[in-house]
């Protein structure tokens, strides 16, 4: 047994899995950089882990694993670095489409995808259709997502609606707010890994991260894999989540 399956029946052990588990996929860059490799060469590294991710997560009973791929203010990102990661994007598709639906994974793409271009806009369409029938584990893809932006979006969906005479204001509540959101239905992550141990949010599910446990890894996101996201379940199985109350 390796390090992987030791820990992945510990986890089984233990029990209490993470319903939703939420990963900024940080650290790239500076995977490449220390090997004086260009950027695009990380984010390729990164694909992999990817995969093993959505392999581990699949293996853990995980489910909904959702992805922060690409933010909104990364669009800002020099011209090259972003058409590489948008060539990934569509690599990834074409590549992972047919084993991730025969894996059972239903694949949604969250985000302000009227941005992406058409043969990526093609891409994302075509897998969420391929995909659509599956059940068993949820992955959800943000791209161009910005949780601001996601939060702005439902106010002025409310807005119209409240104008429009159906929605009353004092019927606004939590759930309407979610409900208008990307993850409208899905739970809230259970789990947020970030890796590279960068301590911040950085703009994503500002409203679903109210109670989620905090995992930051220092691992860059190329060196991420099957035992890392084994190792960060276990530590929130170790948490005593109160949600404002007292512990049982
Ligand atoms: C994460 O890696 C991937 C994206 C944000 C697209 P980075 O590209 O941010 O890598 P670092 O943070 O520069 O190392
Ligand atoms: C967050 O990483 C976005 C993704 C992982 C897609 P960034 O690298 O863009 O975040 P900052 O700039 O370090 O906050
Ligand atoms: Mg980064």
New binding site residues.
């Given amino acids: 047994m390796g390090a992987a399956d030791e820990l992945l029946a510990a986890i089984r052990g233990h029990g209490a899995m993470p319903r939703h588990v939420a990963i900024i996929?940080?650290?790239?860059?500076?995977?490449a950089r220390e090997r004086m490799l260009p950027?695009p060469v990380?984010?390729r590294e990164?694909m992999k882990s990817v995969r093993a991710v959505v392999e581990a997560a699949l293996e853990a009973g995980v489910e909904v694993l959702s992805l922060f791929?690409?933010?909104q203010e990364?669009w800002q990102r020099p011209a090259a670095e972003v058409s590489a990661?948008m060539s990934l994007l569509e690599e990834y598709i074409k590549k992972e489409a047919r084993e991730l639906e025969a894996q059972g994974v239903r694949v949604v793409f969250l985000g302000d995808l009227d941005r992406l271009g058409p043969v990526q806009r093609a891409a994302v369409d075509g897998v969420m259709a391929q995909t659509a029938h599956n059940s068993k584990l949820l992955l959800n893809l943000f791209i161009s997502y910005g949780s601001r932006a996601e939060l702005v979006r439902a106010a002025r969906q409310i807005a119209e609606d409240v104008a429009a005479g159906r929605l009353a204001p004092d019927a606004v509540d939590e759930a309407a707010i979610s409900g208008r959101l990307f993850t409208a239905g899905v739970p809230d992550p259970d789990l947020l890994i970030r890796t590279?141990g960068e301590m911040r949010i950085s703009n994503f599910l500002l409203w679903q991260l109210a109670y989620t446990e905090l995992h930051i890894s220092p691992v860059?996101?190329p060196d991420f894999g099957r035992d890392e996201l084994f190792r960060a379940i276990l530590d929130y199985q170790s948490r005593d989540r109160r949600f404002g109350r007292v512990s049982a």
């Fill in positions: 996929m940080d650290g790239n860059g500076r995977w950027r990380g984010h990164g791929a690409f933010s990364n990661l590279s860059l996101w």
